[in-house]
T-cell receptor, first 114, second 114 residues
């Protein structure tokens, strides 16, 4: 079974530029999470989807961050414009359905903002 | 919301010795406690988890204990090996908006010295 897939693995941009990350969850998983992991810290939830519905986006900085999961499968997280403090690893995770507590993580996208 | 504290932040042990990592949580409604291992530049991988209806769970050299009254849980690794060197994260999970949300500790960097 393929795991959670993310791309790109690494991204370097200059501040004020836009950037987008893509995630494909494990096949059949309805719940999808985006996390941000700062250096030396644990992952922090940004947004959670149940199919195509964002059920918890309270931690997403909505002035510059946006996300979508239009068909309830893969998802895109966007930052526009990026700031220096956005440098982090952006992790995607999935669970089979909302009643499942186990989350499976992707390899992440390491973003560096110069 | 949930708050998870993890100690120690770094831990060095001799190969063959045991390692113990401790976490406390604040939300008494939390009922699922996973542990993730993250090697440098790789995805967090679930190594063991425990639910609130049990007090201890073992899987070969790793075990987790849970004390719901005191709201703390611990990871025990016996007969440590160099390949156990990684960052370990604890997490606590409760249901919010119909699906599980994880709150992570800040991680423990375990170094096993050959």
């Amino acid at each position: 079974e393929a795991g959670v897939v993310q791309s790109p693995r690494y991204k370097i941009i200059e501040k004020k530029q836009p950037v987008a990350f893509w995630c494909n969850p494990i096949s059949g998983h309805n719940t999808l999470y985006w996390y941000r992991q700062n250096l030396g810290q644990g992952p922090e939830l940004l947004i959670r989807y149940e199919n195509e519905e964002a059920v918890d986006d309270s931690q997403l900085p909505k002035d510059r961050f946006s996300a979508e999961r239009l068909k309830g499968v893969d998802s895109t997280l966007k930052i526009q414009p990026a700031e220096l403090g956005d440098s982090a690893v952006y992790l995607c995770a999935s669970s089979p359905h909302r009643g499942s507590d186990t989350q499976y993580f992707g390899p992440g996208t390491r973003l560096t903002v110069l | 919301g949930e708050n998870v504290e993890q100690h120690p932040s770094t831990l060095s042990v001799q190969e063959g010795d045991s390692a113990v990592i401790k976490c406390t949580y604040s939300d008494s409604a939390s009922n699922y406690f996973p542990w993730y291992k993250q090697e440098l530049g790789k995805r967090p991988q679930l190594i063991i988890d425990i639910r609130s209806n049990v007090g201890e769970k073992k899987d070969q050299r790793i075990a987790v204990t849970l004390n719901k009254t005191a709201k703390h849980f611990s990871l025990h690794i016996t007969e440590t090996q160099p390949e156990d060197s990684a960052v370990y994260f604890c997490a606590a999970s409760s249901i919010g908006a119909g699906s599980y949300q994880l709150t992570f500790g800040k991680g423990t960097k375990l170094s096993v010295i050959p």
